[in-house]
């Protein structure tokens, strides 16, 4: 479980953050979801810190931060281990096919041999469908095959978290689907993921929990259900301009 309790986040000339307190469970999937600039990715980015707040404490699982306080290199590595992250936009190695873009990781990063990594990435490729794409290079994918390959690539690590901002928002709505897909199955699979998305259809059937922010505050926290049937004025304001 990752918890966050009362972080802040002071850009020069915006809070980004304001008193953000959430909790993550494991094995499970929260969407955040929320208007544009109200907080998304700096919340997802300070998890992994590749931001850093201004203030507040954080706990994923057994490691602790308070924010105000000095982190050492060591402990940015051990939380960095814990999480896999997929961007908007893809960012395969382009020099490498898709079985050594799965490689890559688990043999630089974590020591493991060359042998088991490519057991481990055909055997991800087969559970996903992929196998066939396993010797091309990125630039003979399709977009939503690269954004696959992309979440192959963070889960070869093993990651305990998942994280996803906007994943699909770069692609056609019939990659999107296969994109999403695969986020479907993960779900059900328990992975914890974390996932930033406009897609309110996507947030409804796959996310068991659901974070809106609004404005660097945390609007609502909790099931799903609940948030999609809150008769909440801030939310049926914001339902009701994600539709048309
Ligand atoms: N590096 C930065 N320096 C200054 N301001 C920033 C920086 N990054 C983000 N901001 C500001 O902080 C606010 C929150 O940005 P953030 O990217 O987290 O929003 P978001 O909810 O992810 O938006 P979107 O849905 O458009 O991706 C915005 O007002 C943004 O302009
Ligand atoms: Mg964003």
């Known amino acids: ?42 919340l997802l980015r300070s998890l ?16 602790n931060v308070d924010f105000q306080k000095e982190i050492s290199n060591s402990q940015v590595l051990k939380i960095r281990k814990r999480f896999g992250m997929v961007f908007q936009e893809k960012a395969l190695f382009t020099h490498l096919n898709v079985l050594h873009n799965l490689m890559e990781g688990p043999v630089k990063v974590k020591g493991v041999s060359k042998e088991a990594a490519s057991k481990q990435a055909n055997d991800l490729l087969a559970q996903f469908n992929m196998t066939e794409l396993a010797d091309r290079y990125p630039y003979q994918l399709s977009g939503g095959q690269q954004q696959r390959v992309a979440i192959l690539r963070a889960l070869a690590m093993e990651p305990e978290y998942l994280l996803l901002d906007e994943p699909t928002s770069a692609l056609d709505p019939e990659l999107e689907a296969q994109v999403l897909r695969v986020l479907r199955d993960l779900a059900e699979q328990n992975t914890s993921m974390i ?32 948030f999609f049937e809150s008769k909440e004025d801030r939310i049926q304001k914001f339902l009701g301009a994600m539709t048309f």
């Open 1 to 42: 479980m990752i918890k966050v309790e009362n972080v802040t986040k002071q850009f020069p000339d915006k809070l980004a953050l304001d008193d953000v307190s959430l909790e993550f469970p494991k094995n499970q999937t929260t969407a955040i979801v929320g208007p544009s600039g109200s907080g998304k990715s700096t």
């Open 48 to 63: 992994n810190l590749l931001e850093r707040p201004t203030s507040g404490k954080m706990s994923i699982d057994d490691l």
């Open 195 to 226: 996932v930033v998305t406009h897609n309110m259809d996507f947030a409804r059937k796959v996310a068991s929990r659901v974070a809106f922010i609004d404005n660097g505050k945390v609007a609502y926290q909790g099931d799903t259900n609940g």
